[in-house]
């Protein structure tokens, strides 16, 4: 490999893609010609794994090389998995040092446009304090927090659902009462003050205020569109933005070809609420999430084009995956609107199970990776940080753990094994999940020390509540349920000591490694902890005067579908 020219980097990560919606990874009903085309022109993983089943964690992973849990990027509470309002004051901390600063550090130019996700402000509306141009990055433009039914106002809003029922249902038991104590005053049963009256009138109304002033205007507080600190679009115009992400994407890479470049394209497809362009409604077999999903791939296409075309595509690592596992639970009548996990059992959410975690790899460096090659070894999300920081020339910071390892040597075929012994599964700050890959063998096992209980019995996923719990309402196992993933990826044969001869010697080695792995962690602030979670006005990004908040500055040319 040349070492004399640092390569551009483009890395594209969709949001809740199933590891089987892919024609490459098996998926025959629906049509992904330009992500086959990296694959074949690439390596492809087979084994590529999420450091957690939820987006904010996962990404905050990505991007720091680390378990979510040293950073303070989990959640104790099965309310709040990710991040939920723009207006909380929880966020990727300062003192994280993500791969995007490392190789600007290292002279790239560095830009994300989409998704974020990770935080914005901490004490004030306007420090930005976990801003992507705080974390390394030269040009942001895109969603600070992502996309969510409640970004469409004729959908179902999706953000804390069966919550928001309650509050309405307590509102109204709460606003009935003065009404109630107005009958025994008119039939002069018994008298009733005034006062009383009102006092229950005054709480009704502050009850409601507190909860509606959040959750009453979602749109418009977490559904925006930034170009670095700037609010452009207040509530955004979800139907454009895809558009006006791929049109920004091109622009960068036109600004920066003569200078190595990192671009991170974070997809806000195929999230629901499956925004898609009037060309490409209908255009798959799998309905509209399908048709999202070509879409994408059509914008995946653009950017290898344009790399094509600034004959930039032999120096450019590019790189494609997803945050976590497709989410299984969102249902348009009886039809699924998430994605396809293949064989494996579970998806987004449920801690260890492989439908959650296990995600596509996909790298193409064409002057250097062998094309069409097919790994199989456990490989992490993780990893990207380290094997950006070889390729770029990066030092990687000694003052932390880092839990990615560098996959060069694995995609070049210098390396037969993954670095990777261990690997840790969260469901939140609860590891549920243990994964060992032996040094002398291919062998991989995983044991699951909890499992979410699914509703109804049976289903394979949390359809009752939307998304399954890490905590409460679990199935605790000891011993724990143990598999051979090299043997029985679809987790379909749990092992037992009556037909594993290895079982105890495994699960002693496995008990090892966790209380080792457990004398790693360090307290740090939860980013994640109800004061942090909730909303807070003084916080709220605002394109106006608070409470008065709404633009729209963007222009509307917009790249068209062939």
């Known amino acids: 490999m040349t070492r004399n020219a640092r390569p551009n980097i483009v890395l594209l990560m969709a949001d809740d893609l199933g590891v089987g919606d892919l024609c490459c990874y098996g998926n025959n009903s629906v049509s992904t010609p330009n992500i086959d085309r990296l694959a074949n022109e690439g390596v ?14 996962s990404r905050a992973a990505f991007l720091t090389g680390r378990y979510p849990i040293r950073s303070g990027m989990v959640s104790p509470y099965n309310l709040n998995r990710a991040l939920t309002w723009l207006g909380g004051s929880g966020g990727l901390p300062t003192n994280e040092t993500t791969f995007a600063k490392l190789l600007q550090h290292r002279g790239y130019r560095t830009g994300l446009i989409g998704k974020w996700h990770l935080g914005l402000s901490c004490a004030s509306r306007n420090d930005h304090c976990y ?24 959908k179902t809003p999706e953000l804390h659902r069966w919550l928001r029922i309650k509050l309405w249902i307590s509102t109204v038991a709460i606003a009935l009462v003065p009404f109630l104590l107005l009958i ?3 039939a002069r049963w018994f008298s009733v003050p005034w006062k009383v009256i009102f006092v229950f009138a005054l709480l009704a109304f502050l009850f409601f205020t507190s909860w509606y002033s959040s959750y009453g205007f979602t749109r418009r507080w977490n559904c925006i569109l930034m170009r670095n600190h700037e609010i452009i679009q207040q509530p955004m115009k979800e139907e454009k933005v895809a558009s006006l992400m791929l049109k920004e994407a091109l622009a960068f890479i036109e600004r920066v070809k003569r200078e190595p470049f990192l671009l991170f394209f974070s997809f806000l497809h195929v999230h629901t609420p499956l925004i898609s362009k009037e060309k490409f409604v209908g255009h798959s077999k799998y309905g509209r999430y399908g048709d999202n999903v070509e879409e994408m791939d059509w914008m995946v296409g653009k950017i290898l084009d344009a790399l094509d075309r600034e004959c930039l595509a032999n120096n450019t ?3 494609f995956t997803s945050d976590n596992g497709g989410h299984l639970e969102p249902l348009d009548g009886a039809v699924q609107l998430g994605g396809w996990n293949g064989i494996y059992k579970g998806g987004k959410g449920m801690g260890g199970w492989e439908g959650g975690i296990r995600v596509p790899g996909i790298f193409r460096w064409p002057s250097v990776l062998e094309a069409g090659r097919v790994i199989n070894e456990p490989t992490s999300l993780m990893d990207i940080y380290p094997t950006l920081s070889y390729i770029g020339g990066g030092i990687l910071p000694q003052d932390r753990v ?13 390396a037969s094994h993954s670095d990777h012994e261990f690997l840790f599964h969260y469901c939140g700050g609860y590891l549920h999940t243990v994964r060992w890959h032996q040094k002398d063998c291919a062998t991989v096992w995983k044991a699951h020390y909890v499992t979410p209980k699914f509703y109804p019995e049976g289903t394979g996923a949390c359809y009752g509540s939307g998304i399954c719990s890490c905590s409460g309402d679990v199935i605790y196992h000891d011993p724990p349920l143990l598999f051979d993933i090299s043997r029985d990826p679809s987790e379909a044969l749990p092992l037992n000591p009556d037909n594993e001869p290895l079982f105890d010697s495994v699960i002693k080695k ?18 994640f902890s109800v004061f942090n979670t909730i909303w807070k006005p003084w916080l709220q990004p605002c394109c106006g005067t608070f409470p008065f908040c709404g633009c729209d500055k963007e222009d509307d040319i917009l790249l068209t579908a062939p």
């Open 44 to 57: 492809r993983l087979t084994q590529h794994l999420a450091a957690a089943s939820m987006c904010t964690p």
């Open 131 to 154: 801003h992507p141009l705080n974390h390394g990055f030269h040009y942001f433009y895109g969603v600070p927090f992502g996309l969510l039914s409640d970004c469409q106002a004729s």
């Open 184 to 186: 025994p005053k008119f």
């Open 317 to 319: 690592l590019v790189y």
């Open 402 to 414: 880092i839990d990615g390892r560098n996959l060069m040597p694995l995609l070049e075929g210098r």
């Open 510 to 527: 496995m008990e090892a490694a966790i209380k080792e792995h457990r004398r790693t962690l360090t307290p740090v602030p939860q980013q």
